[in-house]
């Protein structure tokens, strides 16, 4: 049994968020962010610029834990680190706008 300790900076952690299908997520708005992210998740192109910034809804989770999203009437497959998933008061104003459309 070890008798080691080890102490993290809370910087250098990240939580892992778990998604699931028909969950409402928010594609990050950093254009370079997500073309580093989405090699070997699927690869950027160029039209997905028009996705950042945008609430998609996700459709599958892959394995790998790749998510295929439906942003724009378009579907895109996703590194998971590509998006957050909303919290309830945006979910509320996603849904607000659509109804109002």
């Not at 950093?30 to 073309?35: H, L, S």
């Not at 834990?65 to 979910?91: A, F, G, H």
Request: one cysteine or more; hydrophobic letters at 35%; proline letters at 3%.
């Amino acid at each position: 049994e070890s008798k080691q300790r080890w102490t993290f900076h809370p910087a250098a952690l990240k939580r892992i968020e778990k998604f699931h299908a028909s969950q409402l997520v928010k594609v990050i708005e950093d254009v370079e962010a997500v073309k580093r992210l989405q090699v070997g998740h699927g690869e950027w192109t160029d039209e997905m610029e028009h996705t950042l910034g945008k609430v998609g809804r996700v459709i599958r989770v892959y394995q790998d834990m790749d998510l295929r999203i439906s942003v724009n009437n378009k579907v895109w497959t996703y590194n998971p680190r590509c998006v957050q998933p909303l919290q309830s008061t945006e979910r509320e104003a996603s849904n607000n706008a659509n109804t109002n459309q």
